[in-house]
């Protein structure tokens, strides 16, 4: 067995003979040749390194002027230069780069140039529409600002549709289609209502049909110039403060479009599927009021009840059906139920423009940008722009609820007759909207206890007079909903009693737990009759403290 020579670890000792510097590698191609290690002094003398030189010991000066001359010393650099890696493939021979690879690359390439290209074209497109759309500067699309809110934290829009892109159409700049959407950023969700065309309001100005009518011309009466940027931008504000004091809403936002709209965004996306459902049990719809476009010899509106997939035209036609022509059915409730189906639309164009295959068709997204460049304004922001597209993407479907100002005993406007035309009112009487500001109140709060709007009934048990009004008033100013004020039945009672007669008003019986801590909660009946839509009895036994 041979004798293993000791190393160290991360060293490789020298080969016997091998010479300090010297490359371990022997290899034919390079053979070292033995370095001088004299060192030269500065009296032409010469000395072999580690060797003391005769009469004389190695001097810091003697090192300098050596180190002075190392860029003189002709020394091999393809033998310093030769890596281990390249010893290691010596006897390899270098590959060729494979076609096919080169091809990958060159396509990746083309690809990234192909898509920058694309973005900078549907940047363009964007850039182009939003200048004629929005308010501010196009270089405002980089911020992301909130959207204005109400005391309740909701962002409001009044959305209003016109016909004066419909040649021909009578009364062009009416609104006839009137909307509110309602958007919480926070939460998620949105609420819907559509306005009465036919509602009957005072103008506070005068109008082509005097100082009241309907509230439909409104919008054209503040004025008529629709070649200003600054007329349409009153138009919006002015109509935006007139429904929402009617309403009871701060609205921060306006949008117009026309029916050109309609018709080209549901055709830029590929169409729409619309659930359509006849009123009152009508087995479909069917409106002739379209039907001359084709010299009768068509239906533009006829639908069984189911989903149909509808183009843009199509869609248009549904929007204004309201069966005010015969022969029709299915549209028993005229406008309102025009407005149910704007609605149905609205909802899903919105829907189909936020899916995959719309979002990555070119062709689509640069038509929907080239029709809302050319036919919608509103006074939206441009830095409000980008937050107003998230929540399209983040708000589902199935968190946008549709409220009804008509639905039976809910009903909180309906059908009449005023000096001498027909129109919509509000249940309460003519120009009475305290009903109306009510129910959309109660829809849009954030307050649990108002959205319930569980009826309460208060009865004084003391011997004080004037408690249960006292109290009542403090309730109503909590948002509570007091239906009636009475006296209770003679008896001994607790300092406060609460009978819940609605075990479904759970958000109102733990405000008023909470309100009232040590009060007893009574699961017998009423102590006296009340009406069946009462959810609350509460009995105060003495004075308020």
């Not at 020298?14 to 010297?22: A, F, I, K, P, T």
């Not at 390194?49 to 002075?68: K, P, W």
């Not at 900078?120 to 809110?149: C, E, H, M, R, T």
Request: include cysteine; charged fraction near 20%; charge should be neutral.
């Amino acid at each position: 067995m041979k004798n293993k020579r000791p190393i160290i670890d991360g060293f490789v000792p020298r080969r016997n003979g091998s010479q300090l510097g010297e490359l371990h590698d022997r290899h034919p191609k390079f053979k070292v040749q033995p370095i001088d290690r004299s060192l030269h002094t500065g009296d032409e003398v010469t000395q072999d390194v580690g060797r003391a030189r005769a009469g004389n010991g190695l001097g810091r000066s003697d090192i300098d002027d050596s180190l002075r001359q190392i860029d003189d010393g002709k020394v091999n650099r393809q033998e310093h230069l030769f890596t281990r890696h390249n010893r290691q493939n010596l006897n390899k021979s270098p590959k060729r780069r494979r076609p096919v690879r080169r091809a990958i690359k060159w396509f990746f390439i083309i690809l990234l140039i192909a898509g920058i290209g694309l973005g900078g074209y549907l940047g363009y497109k964007f850039l182009a529409a939003g200048g004629s759309i929005f308010n501010g500067s196009i270089l405002d699309l980089v911020q992301s600002q909130p959207l204005k809110q109400d005391s309740n934290g909701r962002s409001n829009f009044l959305i209003l549709g016109t016909s004066e892109d419909d040649p021909g159409h009578g009364g062009a700049y009416l609104t006839d289609s009137m909307m509110v959407l309602s958007i919480d950023q926070q939460n998620k969700n949105a609420y819907m209502f559509s306005v009465p065309r036919d509602l009957y309001v005072k103008y506070g100005m005068a109008c082509n049909s005097g100082y009241s009518g309907k509230i439909n011309e409104y919008f054209n009466c503040v004025s008529d110039n629709y070649n200003s940027t600054a007329d349409e931008q009153k138009r919006l504000s002015e109509t935006q403060a007139f429904v929402g004091n009617i309403f009871g809403i701060d609205i921060q936002y306006g949008i117009h479009v026309n029916n050109t709209v309609i018709k080209e965004a549901v055709d830029a996306v590929g169409g729409v599927d619309i659930n359509i459902q006849g009123s009152n049990g009508d087995p479909g719809i069917l409106d002739r009021n379209f039907d001359w476009r084709c010299n009768y010899t068509c239906y533009l509106v006829k639908y069984d009840n189911g989903v149909h997939h509808l183009d843009g035209a199509h869609a248009l036609y549904l929007a204004m059906a309201r069966g005010d022509v015969a022969p029709t059915y299915g549209l028993s409730n005229s406008n309102f139920d025009r407005e149910k189906n704007q609605q149905k639309i609205i909802l899903a164009l919105k829907e189909k423009a936020m899916t995959t295959g719309t979002l990555s068709n070119v062709g689509k997204v640069t038509g929907l940008i080239d029709t809302l460049g050319r036919n919608l304004r509103t006074n939206i922001e441009t830095k409000e722009i980008r937050t107003l597209m998230q929540l399209g993407s983040e708000i589902k479907s199935s968190d946008i609820h549709l409220i009804s100002l008509q639905d039976g005993d809910k009903s909180v406007v309906k059908s009449g007759n005023y000096n001498g035309a027909s129109v919509v009112m509000p249940v309460a009487g003519i120009y009475d909207y305290t009903g109306i500001k009510a129910f959309i109140a109660q829809n849009l709060s954030s307050n649990p206890v108002t959205r319930e709007n569980a009826k309460i009934v208060v009865l004084n048990g003391s011997d004080t007079a004037g408690v249960g009004q006292t109290v009542a008033d403090t309730l109503k100013s909590k948002g509570f909903n007091i239906s009636l004020v009475d006296n209770a039945p003679t008896a001994k009672y607790a300092d406060v009693e609460i009978y819940p007669l609605d075990k479904t008003k759970t958000a109102t019986l733990d405000a008023l737990k909470v309100l009232y801590p040590s009060a007893v909660i009574e699961t017998s009946g009423s102590p006296l009759a009340v009406s069946q839509d009462v959810s609350f009895v509460i009995i105060y036994g003495s004075s308020p403290k």
